[in-house]
Nanobody, 131 residues
């Protein structure tokens, strides 16, 4: 059974940092899309960063414009864990953050704008940034 479990959320002041983790069980990263999405109260879920992993090459990563230069997505294939390092956090980053994955093998389309193509989701971890 595939399971995604997020951790690392919390409350920090603006300008601070957090690192989110997503541990995947029953699932391998190779040639599949994974990513981070977030949803603030009253807003739609939005893509933060996605990655298509190729073991024989470099992973291809996509970032939302709002987080470019501040957030970094990385992964530890040996641990089957996806990370999101978030620096210079802003109050507008406050949201529930979700780890997501596509079950389709070999499809490198990893959209930020279409959460519906990701069939696997974690339970979410709350990030709250105070000004």
């Amino acid at each position: 059974q595939v399971q995604l479990v997020e951790s690392g959320g919390g409350s920090v002041q603006a300008g601070g940092s957090l690192r989110l983790s997503c541990a995947a069980s029953g699932y391998t990263f190779s040639r599949r899309c994974m990513g981070w999405f977030r949803q603030a109260p009253g807003k739609e879920r939005e893509g933060v960063a996605t990655v298509y992993t190729i073991y024989t090459g470099h992973p291809v990563t996509y970032y939302a414009d709002s987080v470019k230069g501040r957030f970094t997505l990385s992964q530890d294939n040996a641990k089957n864990t996806l990370y999101l390092q978030m620096n210079d956090l802003k109050p507008e980053d406050t949201a529930m953050y979700y780890c997501a994955a596509r079950g389709t093998y070999g499809d490198s389309w990893c959209p930020l704008a279409d959460a519906s193509v990701y069939g696997l989701w974690g339970q979410g971890t709350q990030v709250t940034i105070s000004s």
